[in-house]
């Protein structure tokens, strides 16, 4: 398992009684989110997606209210393979039918790339300022996806390219090869990063990773990776499809980002 985490950029964890139940604990919490006044500006894409950062109120542990702390096989192998780090706050992902639409202040060919390439991207290098220039802003240690609700394996699965953590960990090694610490996350990444964006499309393949509650899958922090568009006959209950994704920064920063694995 750990020698095809490191060797593919994922893994996904079959069914667990114990992540089942927290998910049966949490849900209640996690639908108030999506209607909560506080976290309207998280609609978007015309109401195709609810992108609910932070919007899951659990402690360190995973706890929400009296649920019990997140446990269960995934967890377990995010703890071993990268240390008991502090979990933030979730983000609650809702996709609808529909999806995507465009988002909010985002151009003609932004929105095809949300389209066409499922807007694959690696999670911590968000676009900044008028030229959308990218830097390691937030160097998570990994990406855990957990189900909450039930929906068909075409409602807008999670996407992966299976490898692809491989070239980009080693293009951004080389783009900050020598940078001195704290100067790391100020570095820009965009060309080498997008250039080996273009690489991954032509070498990696595309895998969807529809998931159901009770089971999880675990992302390498440099593995590109998105949501696939929702297909018109694809189904999902009122909830929509509903993700809770747990990514906690490193305590190493961008320092310890960078390194392999």
């Not at 109120?57 to 967890?75: H, Q, T």
């Not at 968000?126 to 996806?145: K, S, T």
Request: net charge negative; with cysteine; aromatic share 8%.
């Amino acid at each position: 398992m750990v020698e095809t985490f490191h060797d593919r950029g994922w893994i996904k964890f079959s069914h667990d009684a114990s992540l089942a139940h927290w998910v049966a604990e949490v849900l209640p919490a996690a639908r108030n989110s999506v209607g909560d006044p506080e976290h309207a500006h998280w609609h978007d894409c015309e109401g195709t997606w609810f992108i609910g950062v932070d919007a899951l109120a659990n402690d360190e542990r995973g706890r929400v209210g009296g649920s019990p702390v997140l446990s269960g096989k995934a967890i377990e192998f995010a703890y071993q393979e990268f240390g008991p780090i502090d979990l933030h706050r979730a983000q609650v992902s809702v996709i609808y039918p529909g999806y995507p639409r465009p988002r909010r202040g985002e151009n003609e060919a932004a929105s095809r790339y949300r389209a066409n390439r499922d807007a694959a991207h690696v999670d911590g290098l968000r676009p900044m300022g008028p030229n959308r220039r990218r830097h390691v802003d937030e160097p998570h240690a990994w990406i855990l996806g957990i189900p909450l609700t039930d929906a068909s394996a075409d409602a807008s699965p999670m996407v992966v390219w299976d490898g692809s953590h491989k070239i980009l960990g080693a293009a951004f090694r080389r783009a900050l090869d020598g940078v001195s610490a704290n100067a790391l996350g100020q570095t820009d990444i965009t060309d080498i990063y997008q250039a080996a964006r273009r690489e991954v499309f032509q070498t990696c393949q595309r895998i969807e990773l529809p998931a159901r509650p009770g089971e999880a899958y675990l992302l390498h922090r440099h593995c590109l990776h998105g949501v696939a568009p929702w297909v018109p006959d694809a189904s999902a209950g009122p909830d929509g499809r509903m993700i809770a994704y747990f990514r906690p920064e490193l305590p190493g920063g961008v320092a310890q980002w960078i390194e392999s694995p």
